[in-house]
């Protein structure tokens, strides 16, 4: 069994930045592919980016492309988002999430995500 516990979450101004945390427990952290979803209030929850391999594959949500940057420690079991130039529509509720292998490339798809986190709050406003 994994936990993620996610942190980093708050209340930024549009055009500010903030970095999400994610510390994953267990021994099998560096086969895992993770990433994070995302949820705001009345709309389903949708993928925001994916770090698949340490790094070496990467994958955003148009949305969120060229702002947002995802990364990985395996030394410290931890995924990090880096926002930038956050807009309002960036407001949600931030998912960490984990795919147990195989290695399979590519977006993740909320139905083949093992493990999620509690969730963080993003909220971007004046």
């Known amino acids: 069994q994994v936990q993620l516990v996610e942190s980093g979450g708050g209340l930024v101004q549009p055009g500010g930045s903030l970095r999400l945390s994610c510390v994953a427990s267990g021994r099998s952290f560096s086969s895992y592919a993770m990433g994070w979803f995302r949820q705001a209030p009345g709309l389903e929850r949708e993928f925001v980016a994916a770090?698949?391999?340490?790094?070496?594959?990467?994958y955003y949500a148009d949305s969120v492309k060229g702002r947002f940057t995802v990364s990985r420690d395996n030394a410290k079991n931890t995924v990090y988002l880096e926002m930038n130039s956050l807009k309002p529509e960036d407001t949600a509720v931030y998912y960490c999430a984990a795919r147990k292998p195989p290695l399979r490339l590519g977006k993740l798809r909320q139905w083949e995500i093992d493990y999620w986190g509690q969730g963080t709050q993003v909220t971007v406003s004046s």
């Open positions: 770090d698949i391999w340490n790094g070496g594959n990467t």
